[in-house]
């Protein structure tokens, strides 16, 4: 599987070009835009996080962009500041985003955030207050309540362009997926098979299931209390800066949650999929931790419309490449790559790498996906530029993954990873009310969190 650094740098040559498929057109649902006039003739971008591991590509695409400059820089560690600031000697810098806000709120007209997942909903629902537009790196957010705050923090401010992560629906393939699918040129959607390779069952990988590990003093570098932000006070404990809080039930979202994104998306475009029903997850006893080392969650969504076969629409959604047995979908005998999304339909079956490559079955026999008669057309874009495009006004700009799109998979990968809390029990879920029907336990234990005083969650 290739690394996320490594796929960023490959989606870079995406030309930065508007979408043409009227499969995905129809996505975009907003209205036309003014002209931006920014006070320096470009868009001000304030990045908050500019460190670890996704913050540099970020910065980097966007740095690219001619309507771009970025006038603030925001980080707990003190040296990925220092070095960063370098780079923009122009650019004001502070360790507190919330000090961006009281000080320099005219300083800047967007806001990139890449933090730790635990602090998302909370950076990017001020910066929506204060009347910014937001590129959030995925998963959105890190507890199932804040699906629905950012979602209407967003939605009471429609003049504000959003976007998640998304970088691999940049290129063509993605797009071509969900063209055939949303279409119905295979026939109407049965259910959907998800899965991703990993996590390696030893060392201090990307993501990291070994446990928590006893506290010690936090890095010289940095404002540990900052670093917590939304989460409660806690010790910081060895790993948890660098890379392991992605596994961590208090600062991360597991595997499940941090690749659903770049996984469920197709699914979501394809089929304007609402909230699941239910949830069922099976897994190794949870800690504090999240084991992700075999997890196999079932979601159930209400199928209503002509693009499903059933009144339910089932998407199965695992790790350690645990993919669906091709003998029973009818398939011939052969491998499947490491990280996949399958769709079974009534009249064929399709699968999408995270990189784009496609794979059509029919009647159990491999076609050319290219053959398919009443494809659309489907163009590349810069993923970065098409967020700053749309801001600017460039007529015909699109952005794939608004907040509108990227909460429903946030939501569908946290819904996973928390019922793995639960191994084997069905939770029924209900996003109108943010509880488990007939769930207390459940509800009171895996749906929200206490925020800290002073980082509470602005009201949307």
Not at 18 to 25: G, V
Not at 149 to 163: C, F, K, M, Y
Not at 244 to 263: A, I, K, N, P
Not at 311 to 334: E, I, M, T
Request: proline share 6%; glycine share 10%.
């Amino acid at each position: 599987m290739i690394d996320r650094r490594t796929l960023i740098a490959s989606g870079a040559l995406a030309a930065g070009a508007t979408l043409a498929a009227p499969a995905l057109a129809s996505l975009a649902g907003m209205p036309a835009r003014r002209p931006f006039r920014g006070k320096l003739g470009k868009l001000q971008v304030l990045q908050v996080g500019v460190g670890g591991s996704i913050a540099p590509a970020d910065r980097h695409e966007l740095r690219q962009h001619p309507d771009v400059v970025f006038t603030g820089l925001c980080d707990v560690d003190s040296d990925a500041l220092k070095q960063v600031s370098a780079e923009h000697p122009e650019a004001f810098t502070c360790r507190d985003f919330r000090e961006a806000f009281d000080r320099h709120a005219g300083k800047f007209d967007a806001v990139v955030v890449c933090t730790p997942d635990h602090n998302h909903a909370l950076i990017m629902m001020t910066a929506l207050a204060a009347g910014k537009h937001v590129y959030g790196q995925k998963p959105l957010v890190q507890q199932l309540s804040e699906v629905s705050a950012i979602l209407g923090a967003a939605n009471a401010r429609p003049q504000l362009v959003t976007q998640v992560g998304n970088q691999r629906m940049g290129p063509e393939g993605r797009q071509h997926a969900v063209d055939i699918l949303r279409r119905g040129l295979l026939g109407k959607a049965i259910e959907a098979h998800v899965w991703i390779s990993g996590p390696g069952d030893t060392g201090d990988g990307y993501f990291w299931y070994g446990g928590l590990s006893e506290p010690i003093a936090p890095p010289a570098n940095v404002d540990w209390q900052l670093w917590l932000g939304a989460a409660q006070d806690a010790p910081c404990r060895e790993g948890l800066v660098g890379l392991r809080w992605r596994s961590s039930w208090d600062y991360g979202t597991g595997q499940l949650g941090d690749w659903c994104t770049h996984l469920l998306d197709v699914l979501y475009f394809a089929y304007d999929l609402p909230s699941p029903v239910a949830v069922v997850s099976q897994t190794r006893s949870p800690s504090d931790f999240y084991h992700a080392q075999h997890v196999h969650s079932t979601l159930t969504y209400p199928a209503a419309g002509d693009r499903f076969a059933r009144d339910r629409f089932v998407v199965h959604y695992c790790d350690k490449s645990q993919a669906p047995s091709r003998a029973s979908l009818g398939l011939p005998a052969g491998a499947w790559p490491g990280t996949g999304t399958l769709v079974v339909c009534e009249d064929g079956v399709l699968l999408v790498e995270p990189e784009g490559a496609i794979q059509v079955w029919r009647g159990g026999k491999p076609v050319d996906w290219k053959s398919i008669p009443g494809q659309g057309e489907v163009r590349a874009r810069n993923h970065w530029h098409s967020w700053v495009d749309r801001i600017v006004g460039k007529p015909g700009a699109f952005v794939q993954t608004p907040f509108s799109a990227g909460a429903g998979m946030a939501e569908a990968g946290l819904l996973c990873c928390r019922a793995a809390r639960f191994p084997g029990r069905e939770l029924r879920w209900d996003r109108a009310t943010n509880s488990f029907l007939g769930d207390d336990e459940a509800t009171k234990s895996i749906v929200r969190r206490e925020y800290r005083k002073g980082f509470e969650l602005p009201s949307a």
